[in-house]
Every structure is written in C-alpha cells, then in structure tokens.
C-alpha cells in the first residue's frame, strides 16, 4: 500500500519520472506512487485539489493498468497495477444531496468514469458524534491503545479487495 496526497503530487510522482543517476550519469526511472503500489493499492487523498493535468497522466494508469514513459531516450511501458483509493472533497465543503454526485465533487468526467466505486460519507451535524470524533483523535495521538483498534484487519481488507477485483 502507498499513501500520497493529490495536493502535493505532481504527474511524474504519481506514474515515473527519468532521472540522471548521480554514480553513473546514466538515466534511469524512478518509480511514482502507482509503479510502487503495483499488485497493491494506492491511496491518494485530496484526489479533487490535484492538478487537471496531473489527473490525465494517470488516466493510462487507471484504465490499462501501464504506464508509457518516453523521456531522455528511454522508451518504456512499465506495469502499474494497483487499485486505486481516492478521497475528495465536495465543492463547497458540504456534500449538497439535492445535486448529483458529479456536481458535488471538482472531478472531470473522464476521470470520474474510470473509478468502479463511489462511498459518499456525509458529515452529519450533530455535537455528541463531534465530540466522539475529537476525543478519538486526541487518544489516537495520546497513543492510548484502545483508541487504534479497527474494526477490520489488514488480511481481512485485502481479502476483500482482493474479492472485489475479481
């Protein structure tokens, strides 16, 4: 599993990127976030604050599970087969349930189409939930064992992923 934020990634970290080898001079590939999670799953939160075009360099990825890299003299089509887990956030920071999804979410259709699954989490208003969720954050930090305790484990979700592929 690989985690990485939209924000922050840019295309190349996301598929590969080429790079002069400093020992050699030679250039190589170095592997992004999708290469790394090959037979795995690639986690991208803030998937809607990335940039359009950051998003189109994984569409190769997402749809054929390769990515082609043709940079520096090296030609290649390398495998990028990972599930992808991407989290966004709607338009205006409230999920509106009088629209549809698309117009909730900054994502562009193409984009939107290649993704199997939709969880839409909603957030809602209420003080004692709030209050539950702060307090399990503050013992997730305090690193009081009771508040890290998942409901499901690692084999059990990658079973399950496992199952859905199929």
Same mark, same amino acid.
């Given at each position: 599993?690989?985690?990485?934020?939209? !924000?922050?990634?840019?295309?190349?970290?996301?598929?590969?990127?080429?790079?002069?080898?400093?020992?050699?001079?030679?250039?190589?590939? @170095?592997?992004?976030?999708?290469?790394? &999670?090959?037979?795995?799953?690639?986690?991208? +939160? @803030?998937? +809607? #604050?990335?940039? %359009?075009? +950051?998003?189109?360099?994984?569409?190769? =990825?997402?749809?054929?599970?390769?990515?082609?890299?043709? #940079?520096?003299?090296? /030609?290649?089509?390398?495998?990028?087969? =990972?599930?992808?887990? =991407?989290?966004?956030? %709607?338009?205006?920071?409230?999920? +509106?349930?009088?629209?549809?999804? !698309?117009?909730?979410?900054?994502?562009? &259709?193409?984009?939107?189409?290649?993704?199997?699954?939709?969880?839409?989490?909603?957030?809602?208003?209420? %003080?004692?939930?709030?209050?539950?969720? &702060? !307090?399990?954050?503050?013992?997730?930090?305090?690193? @009081? @064992?009771?508040?890290?305790?998942? %409901?499901?484990? #690692?084999? /059990?979700?990658?079973?399950?992923?496992?199952?859905?592929?199929?």
């Amino acid at each position: 599993t690989v985690y990485t934020s939209g !924000k922050a990634s840019s295309a190349a970290g996301l598929t590969a990127a080429v790079q002069r080898d400093q020992d050699t001079g030679e250039y190589c590939i @170095e592997a992004g976030a999708l290469m790394l &999670a090959d037979n795995g799953i690639c986690c991208i +939160d @803030e998937f +809607d #604050k990335m940039d %359009p075009n +950051d998003q189109v360099a994984i569409h190769e =990825a997402m749809e054929q599970q390769t990515i082609s890299i043709t #940079k520096a003299g090296i /030609q290649a089509t390398l495998n990028a087969r =990972a599930s992808i887990l =991407a989290a966004a956030n %709607p338009i205006y920071g409230r999920y +509106d349930r009088t629209k549809t999804l !698309k117009s909730n979410i900054a994502l562009s &259709a193409p984009i939107l189409s290649r993704f199997d699954l939709f969880f839409v989490v909603l957030d809602e208003c209420n %003080p004692d939930s709030d209050r539950q969720v &702060a !307090k399990h954050i503050l013992n997730v930090h305090r690193c @009081e @064992e009771k508040a890290v305790q998942t %409901p499901f484990t #690692k084999d /059990q979700m990658r079973r399950y992923i496992r199952f859905a592929r199929t």
